[in-house]
C-alpha cells in the first residue's frame, strides 16, 4: 500500500479537474437540448455565444425567430457569415463585403445568406426549366419525323419499276404484258383448231337441202306437181 505521502504527491502531479459551476452545468445542458431551445430571453450574450454557436442553420433560425423583442444579431451575425462561407466559399464572401465596401452600405449575414440561396435556387429552376423545355422540343421534333406525309410528286422516269425495266409507270409495262399474252394465245394451235372447227360448222350449214314448206291443201299440190313434172319433186342441193 501507498502511503499517506505518495498520495499527496501524485495528486500534486496530476491535479484533478476543478468542478462545473452552476452556469457551464446550465450551458452544456442548454448546448445538448439545442433542438428543443426557442425564445432565450434576456440571457446573457456571452452565455448565448457559447450556446448559439452549436447550432445548426435550422437551430438558429428558429431560435432568432421565438425571440420576441430583442436583436440578437449580436451574436448570431458572425454565425451567419460562417454558415454563408461554408456554404458559398470564401471568395463570395469576400466578394460581398467588397461590393458593400464600394457602395458604402452594410447587410446582416443572415438576409444575404436567404438572398443568395434564393437567387441560387431560381438559377437552378431557370436551368431545370430550360432543360424541360429544350426536352420537349426534341420530343416534338422526333414526333413530327415519325408522322407519315402525303408526297404528290410524280416519281421520275427514270426509276425502275414494280415488273422490272425501265419506264415511266407500271400501267405500260401490265399494258404490254397483255398485248404479248394475247398475242401468244392467238397464234397458238387451240386457237386455230378452234377457227378450223368453226369453218366446217359453217360450210355445212351452206350445204343443207333446202325443202319446200308444205300447202294446206295436199291434193291439188300432188295434182299440180304432176302436170308440171311428172312426178313428185325432189329436194335439190345447193352444193
Known amino acids: 500500500m501507498r502511503s499517506i505521502d505518495e498520495e499527496m504527491i501524485e495528486r500534486k502531479k496530476n491535479p484533478s479537474p476543478p468542478p462545473s459551476t452552476l452556469v457551464e452545468l446550465c450551458v452544456k ?5 439545442l433542438k428543443y431551445l426557442g ?4 440571457t446573457d450574450i456571452n452565455i448565448l455565444d457559447s450556446i448559439l454557436s452549436h447550432c445548426t442553420i ?9 425571440t420576441k423583442g430583442r436583436d440578437l444579431s449580436q451574436v448570431t451575425n458572425k454565425l451567419w457569415k460562417r454558415f454563408y462561407q461554408s456554404e458559398f466559399s470564401v471568395d463570395n464572401v469576400n466578394l460581398v ?3 458593400m465596401r464600394e457602395n458604402n452600405v452594410s447587410f446582416k449575414w443572415k438576409m444575404l445568406y436567404y438572398a443568395k440561396k434564393k437567387k441560387d435556387i431560381e438559377d437552378a429552376q431557370e436551368k431545370s426549366f430550360q432543360r424541360m423545355k429544350e426536352l ?3 420530343e416534338d421534333e422526333r414526333k413530327q419525323k415519325r408522322q407519315i406525309k402525303i408526297c404528290n410528286e410524280v ?3 427514270n426509276k425502275r419499276s414494280f415488273f422490272g425495266g425501265y419506264g415511266p409507270s407500271t400501267t405500260n409495262t401490265k399494258s404490254n404484258i397483255l398485248k ?8 397458238s394451235q387451240e386457237v386455230k383448231n378452234l377457227k378450223a372447227l368453226k369453218m366446217n360448222t359453217v360450210h355445212r350449214n351452206n350445204c343443207l337441202p ?6 294446206m291443201n295436199p291434193g291439188k299440190s300432188s295434182a299440180a306437181s304432176s302436170s308440171n313434172h311428172g312426178g313428185p319433186t325432189k329436194g335439190r342441193r345447193l352444193c
Open 155 to 157: 416519281a421520275p422516269s
Open 39 to 42: 425564445d432565450v430571453g434576456e
Open 180 to 187: 404479248k399474252a394475247k398475242t401468244q394465245l392467238l397464234k
Open 97 to 99: 463585403i467588397e461590393r
Open 136 to 138: 420537349y422540343k426534341q
Open 29 to 33: 445542458k442548454a448546448i445538448d437540448d
Open 210 to 215: 333446202i325443202r319446200k314448206p308444205p300447202l
Open 58 to 66: 435550422q437551430q438558429l433560425a428558429h431560435i432568432e425567430e421565438s
